[in-house]
């Protein structure tokens, strides 16, 4: 983290609700597109033009979507705090402090929401039930989803 990022202001804002997270999320499905094409087109290149059929190169396409999407969120989260899908709502992602997360907890955010996600949406139901509205995603990560002050 640069000296800049240490000192950088803290912004005005509240915890974000879960109604705002769902709406970025689809409003994030834009650029999830494009990197869905290319991942899934590199795997076909790879692959001689033929679909990828076999077990263990699956789960290989797999993990390269997973984490190109995840490139998308972590790069997106550290340049300024939000992805395209969060920007409308003026929602941001932060540490605890205020200040943007580091890497590695960013990577631990997204993760950790795969697994928020995939327990049937039970991690981002936690918010409606933590009086900070944190997800376990922003429990286990030290991060927060803030709307910021307009």
């Given at each position: 983290m640069?000296?800049?990022?240490?000192d950088?202001?803290r912004?005005?804002?509240?915890?974000?609700?879960?109604?705002l997270?769902l709406?970025?999320?689809?409003?994030?499905?834009i650029?999830?597109?494009?990197?869905?094409l290319?991942?899934?087109t590199?795997?076909l290149l790879?692959?001689?033009?033929?679909?990828?059929?076999?077990?263990?190169a699956?789960?290989g396409?797999?993990?390269?979507?997973?984490?190109?999407?995840?490139a998308?969120f972590?790069?997106?989260?550290?340049?300024g705090g939000a992805?395209?899908?969060?920007?409308?709502w003026r929602?941001?992602?932060r540490?605890r402090?205020g200040?943007i997360?580091?890497?590695s907890?960013l990577?631990?955010?997204?993760?950790?929401?795969?697994?928020s996600?995939g327990a049937?949406?039970l991690?981002?139901?936690w918010?409606?039930?933590?009086?900070?509205?944190?997800t376990?995603?922003d429990?286990?990560?030290?991060?927060?989803?803030l709307?910021v002050?307009?």
């Amino acid at each position: 983290m640069s000296a800049s990022e240490d000192d950088a202001p803290r912004v005005a804002a509240e915890p974000a609700t879960l109604a705002l997270r769902l709406v970025a999320m689809v409003y994030d499905a834009i650029p999830l597109l494009p990197i869905l094409l290319l991942v899934s087109t590199l795997a076909l290149l790879l692959n001689g033009g033929e679909p990828v059929t076999a077990p263990a190169a699956r789960l290989g396409l797999l993990a390269a979507t997973w984490l190109a999407i995840g490139a998308y969120f972590v790069v997106s989260w550290r340049r300024g705090g939000a992805t395209m899908g969060m920007r409308p709502w003026r929602l941001q992602v932060r540490d605890r402090d205020g200040r943007i997360a580091t890497t590695s907890a960013l990577w631990a955010r997204y993760a950790l929401a795969t697994v928020s996600l995939g327990a049937a949406g039970l991690g981002f139901l936690w918010s409606l039930f933590d009086g900070d509205r944190r997800t376990w995603h922003d429990l286990g990560s030290g991060t927060v989803l803030l709307r910021v002050a307009g």
